[in-house]
């Protein structure tokens, strides 16, 4: 995009500037000649033209860069649930500058795929929706959710050691437990926590650990934390 808008304002600068000399050439200089006058009239035409086209490729690059941004936002929004996706999730984490401490949760809900072949997915996808927006409200304001995929929600804690990590995701489980999910039966989550120790740089072992804690979760009989 850049590359284009550069090759543009060339162009349009030199077609400009051709269209300057005529119009000096023809007009101006058989009326004033090369004198005093003639220079500065050059002159403010050389000010009020490249002003002008400034003015006029600077909103348009603000216009395009403007909708650029609004597409990636939207690539990177799950359309079911509002949360970030798995792709927003992969990115944040290839860029992520590692804090201390962090803490990262991952999440499951229990037995979904049962109840969905029960109850049926339009169904399912409301009961999703519903608990995604329960864990969103259990988080800081400054914490990241991500659907990272079917079920399976991820929640970024930036500045979060691990007794307020699992303080955390032992609020969301307790929240998604509590939720009115009638005339359906309960639905219950399991959770996995992981927290960065001192001087730990590798974000994606961290994220391992996370999901490797959840998978303990579920082996502990689900509707936990570990």
Request: proline share 2%.
């Amino acid at each position: 995009m850049k590359i284009i808008y550069h090759v543009a304002l060339f162009t349009l600068i030199v077609v400009f500037w051709v269209i300057f000399g005529l119009i000096d050439h023809y007009i101006v200089m058989p009326r004033f000649g090369e004198n005093l006058i003639h220079c500065i009239l050059i002159a403010v035409g050389f000010g009020l033209l490249n002003y002008w086209l400034f003015i006029l490729f600077n909103k348009k690059y603000g216009k395009l860069e403007s909708s650029y941004k609004h597409l990636r936002i939207e690539s990177e929004i799950d359309e079911l649930t509002g949360l970030f996706n798995r792709r927003a999730f992969d990115n944040l984490v290839g860029d992520l500058q590692m804090e201390s401490p962090f803490s990262i949760i991952f999440s499951d809900i229990d037995n979904f795929r049962n109840f969905n072949n029960d109850y049926g997915h339009d169904i399912g996808d409301k009961v999703l929706t519903n608990v995604c927006k329960v864990v969103k409200e259990s988080v800081r304001i400054n914490d990241s959710v991500f659907r990272y995929g079917g079920e399976e929600i991820v929640i970024l804690l930036r500045n979060c050691d691990e007794k307020s990590a699992k303080s955390i995701a032992e609020k969301i489980r307790l929240n998604v437990m509590n939720m009115n999910n009638e005339p359906y039966p309960r639905i219950t989550i399991s959770v996995g926590v992981s927290t960065s120790v001192e001087d730990e740089k590798d974000i994606r072992q961290l994220v391992k650990s996370a999901d490797n804690a959840l998978l303990n979760a579920k082996k502990n009989g689900k509707n936990c934390v570990a």
